[in-house]
């Protein structure tokens, strides 16, 4: 019996996750100004935009003042690639494709704040979600995601306040009871694993906005997960919730999460909410705040914990990123929103304080995920759960 179903029989309630585990919030209290309390990271984020410790304070810095200092990792390991974002062990057989792993763990520990761990990301296997009903596809992922999760925890237990599943159920992958059902037995087996490793907590973030493609209401996606939620023991689902992905109106997307309230409420866990915020839509055209907070509003009247996906992408104040300018005006606009003063957009460079040959790039390797979303009423073809395999480090010159 896993440590959450002993617990919510020991304290009955449908809280005793959080009570026992120590981590896991209870559902925010409902407010007419929600806000983000934490943002995903990619490794991308160091693939040489934004490769510099100072770059990651800056954006850390901004988080913290608006309220969301803590951090979920995307990833540390990409299955595809056979690559990590941190120096594992070499009983693993990865490649190594920079530090952004250790980067995080010094840089959130410093502050203070907390960091969900993100562990085996598999792109090419969602987008080909038929790999998830492959027995050997499934055990193998399962051993890989465990042992990586055992090299992680030996070198970064310390600042582990839970840990990501990074494998994101898109409509595909649940869409027969059978699908979900087995789906949930596999998450199930990981969790267990976790859980015994480290008694933290564990979140997936399944992919709502992908049952736009099909034509599904996000009602029809909620109702579909409920043998997967129902047959794991996982702690935190952190779902998607389709702004800027589909033509969902907020209504649409509270009402879905009611629904999904219901589900995560009798498997006795915490329903959270990730947001997708990108700089422009696929149109090209800028995505105002004012366009995001009525979304944050119905969501955040549920008592839904809100994160970000990502931080780095839509209001991050620094100039040397990407869309920095626009970034900067994002985050005053968010600022104002939350009622807390307008940024100071700064403009850094410093570099990275580590060994080029650990941490470099080759030219040739891919830049981070574009992350644009399709426009309304077209299909879904990226977005978070896109991400294009990573190439290893450069050796060190001779």
Same mark, same amino acid.
């Given at each position: 019996?896993?440590?959450? !179903? ?13 009570? $026992? ?43 913290? /003042? ?8 995307? #990833? ?49 296997? #969602? ?13 193998? /992922? ?16 310390? &600042? ?6 990074? $494998? ?7 869409? =027969?009871?059978? !699908? ?23 979140? $997936? ?8 493609? $099909? ?32 033509? #969902? ?36 055209? !800028? ?13 955040? &009247? ?5 994160? /970000? ?18 970034? =900067? ?11 807390? &003063? ?36 077209? =299909?879904? =073809? ?17």
């Amino acid at each position: 019996m896993s440590m959450r !179903r002993i617990a919510q029989i020991v304290l009955a309630g449908a809280a005793a996750s959080a009570v $026992v585990l120590g981590v896991v919030p209870a559902a925010q209290a409902a407010t007419t100004r929600p806000g983000f309390i934490a943002s995903f990271v990619s490794p991308y984020f160091f693939d040489g935009r934004a490769s510099t410790q100072q770059q990651l304070a800056t954006q850390l810095d901004a988080q913290e /003042q608006v309220g969301a200092g803590d951090v979920i990792v995307e #990833w540390a390991v990409h299955a595809d690639a056979r690559n990590a974002a941190y120096p594992s062990s070499p009983a693993l057989g990865l490649g190594r494709f920079n530090d952004a792993v250790p980067a995080l763990v010094q840089a959130v520990q410093a502050r203070g704040d907390q960091l969900w761990m993100g562990l085996v990301v598999a792109p090419d296997a #969602w987008a080909d979600p038929s790999r998830f009903t492959s027995e050997q596809f499934l055990a193998e /992922q399962l051993a890989l995601t465990n042992a990586v999760a055992d090299d992680l925890w030996a070198q970064y237990g310390g &600042a582990v306040k839970g840990w990501y599943i990074p $494998v994101e159920p898109s409509w595909d992958m649940i869409s =027969t009871p059978e !699908r979900a059902a087995r789906l949930g037995e596999w998450y199930d087996a990981i969790a267990d694993h976790l859980h015994a490793l480290s008694g933290k907590p564990v979140m $997936v973030s399944p992919s709502m906005p992908y049952a736009w493609n $099909v034509g599904m209401a996000p009602t029809d996606y909620v109702a579909a997960m409920a043998p997967m939620i129902a047959g794991s023991d996982v702690d935190v689902w952190n779902l998607q919730d389709g702004f800027e992905m589909t033509g #969902w109106s907020p209504e649409t997307e509270a009402n879905a999460f009611r629904a999904a309230r219901a589900l995560t409420d009798a498997a006795g866990a915490e329903l959270w909410a990730a947001i997708y915020t990108p700089a422009y839509n696929g149109a090209g055209v !800028r995505v105002p705040v004012s366009k995001l907070t009525p979304y944050l509003e119905a969501l955040g &009247a549920l008592g839904v914990p809100l994160t /970000q996906w990502e931080f780095a992408q839509y209001l991050s104040p620094d100039l040397g990123r990407p869309n920095g300018a626009e970034m =900067t005006e994002n985050l005053a606009q968010y600022r104002a929103y939350l009622g807390a &003063a307008a940024p100071r957009p700064v403009q850094v460079s410093d570099p990275l304080p580590v060994s080029p040959a650990e941490t470099a790039v080759p030219a040739s390797a891919p830049s981070a995920p574009a992350a644009e979303p399709a426009v309304a009423g077209s =299909t879904v =073809t990226t977005g978070p759960s896109v991400t294009p395999a990573p190439q290893a480090a450069a050796p060190a010159p001779a």
